[in-house]
């Protein structure tokens, strides 16, 4: 993570990463860029410090980051993008559980997690691509998938007088508040 200018370049090249992660071009640190293709820019980063050997994993359903090639091996993830190397189908919201189909090359893997919100979707199928990466097979991942929980004040669906809520209180950016 990152919120100001050069923190991604300095923390790669003390880390030196094999695998980065770029999950969105949002609007919670736009302040301190000045615009989103800055922001980008700066999440871009990583692969400076990244091994000449690593990947980058894209969100493939965020504009700028699906326009994006940079210069290293690139791995396109989404729920909506089907161009992406890894994206989602059959997606179903049943009570607290959601339910998906992740398609890589053709193969058609069902995943279910016991929580909401795409986002969490888009955070799997990442997951899973990462997992393939090292090898991970497809069962061993979908079962530890279907174990996440959330913690805290963190994506919660509770019920109170008969009513159901969903509380999510960690973040008061725009695109945060808009996913939950």
Do not use: W
Request: proline share 3%; with cysteine.
């Amino acid at each position: 993570g990152m919120d100001r200018f050069g923190e991604i370049d300095y923390l790669a090249g003390a880390v030196k990463p094999d695998v980065g992660v770029i999950t969105n071009i949002g609007d919670a640190h736009i302040g301190n860029f000045g615009s989103k293709e800055k922001l980008m820019a700066n999440k871009l980063g990583i692969i400076e410090g990244m091994d000449p050997e690593g990947v980058l994993y894209l969100n493939g359903d965020d504009p700028l980051l699906a326009a994006a090639r940079p210069a290293c091996k690139v791995v396109y993830y989404a729920v909506h993008n089907k161009n992406a190397d890894y994206y989602v189908e059959n997606t179903q919201q049943l009570g607290a559980r959601t339910t998906f189909d992740i398609v890589h090359n053709g193969v058609r893997t069902p995943v279910v997690l016991n929580v909401l919100g795409e986002y969490n979707v888009l955070n799997a199928v990442c997951s899973f691509a990462i997992g393939r990466q090292f090898g991970i097979p497809e069962e061993t991942i979908v079962e530890g998938l279907s174990h996440f929980q959330t913690t805290g004040i963190r994506q919660n669906l509770m019920e109170v007088c008969g009513r159901k809520l969903f509380m999510d209180c960690y973040n008061a950016s725009s695109d945060y508040v808009h996913s939950a």
